[in-house]
């Protein structure tokens, strides 16, 4: 049995074939006399107290479940938890958008309804999706051609006791597509490009047999990419702003933009409770991703 610091990589059970991606940096800290080991958040014999540090990581089932997640990583602690509850709690509700736009960071303009209330006009083609959610679940893009549509989709989520978001559609997406910029301990590791994959129209097609939008599983939905300056520039005011705010530093974040053609980037999301860190991508870096992540992850546990 090793003697080593031991680190949960937390996960859910079933699990999903991406889950594989965090075996590039447990591999890694294997090799650095570090054991860690997969549990799933809700495993009810899990002794979370014998790791020095559990790392969220493919909890993909937790909006399913949300309270208890979250109750959850209260009970783990800000002592050994990845990212802090604090932070993770704030992550789990796309109104944290609200707080990104009073500090000053480029968001889009939001609109909130919520159960048994009244859409806004819509103005124009516009994305609706929960403000909890992962993976593109009950996401649509709607105009005044489908209208009714998209009341429909406000009134699934008030069934569903759902607070829905209202966003007008940035068509630069189509053509450039969004960036992720991926920061590990506080440090850029590399950056993404997200094709577009919402319909042109209607509600994202669910992948059979998951709650996830087909378009996730494109083979082709991610790539390596250069980011720009702007895009560089945010990412690094983001994940300095979130380490002030939570008195933390995240050990990772994922952060989404789509840059205008004039080169202004415009937060999307901020990813810092289980995001896809697409280590595969990643491998042929001179650092390869997952030597990276498991180096913040060395860190964190000094």
Known sequence: MSSGPRVAYVTCEPRMAQWEDDLQSAEVLSTRGIDVRFVA??????????FDLAVIRSTWDY????????V????????????VPAM???NTDKRYLAELDAAGLPV???????????????????????VSGAGARDTG?????????????????????????IQPYIPWIDDQGETAMVFFG????????????????????????TKVASGMFDEDLMSLCEPTGGEMELGAETVAWLARRFGAMPLYARIDMVC???????????????????????????IPGGELFAAAVEAALV
């Open 260 to 286: 205008s053609p004039e080169g202004e980037a415009v937060l999307m999301e901020v990813e810092v409770t289980e995001p896809s860190f697409y280590l595969e991508l990643a491998k042929d870096l001179e």
């Open 41 to 50: 958040w809700d495993d009810p014999g899990a002794d979370w107290q014998s």
């Open 186 to 209: 506080g440090r850029f590791a590399y950056a993404l490009k997200k094709k577009a994959f919402l319909p042109e129209s209607g509600v994202a097609p669910v992948h059979p047999g």
């Open 141 to 165: 893009v709607f105009d005044e051609s489908n209208h009714e549509d998209g009341i429909a989709l406000l009134g699934k989520l008030g069934e569903q006791d759902e607070i829905a978001m």
């Open 108 to 130: 889009p303009p939001t609109a909130l309804v919520a159960p048994g209330g009244t859409a806004p006009p819509f103005g124009g083609k516009v994305v609706i999706k929960p």
């Open 63 to 70: 909006t399913d479940h949300l309270e208890e997640f979250l």
């Open 88 to 90: 993770v709690r704030w």
């Open 72 to 83: 959850w990583t209260d009970r783990v602690g800000p002592e050994k938890l990845r990212n």
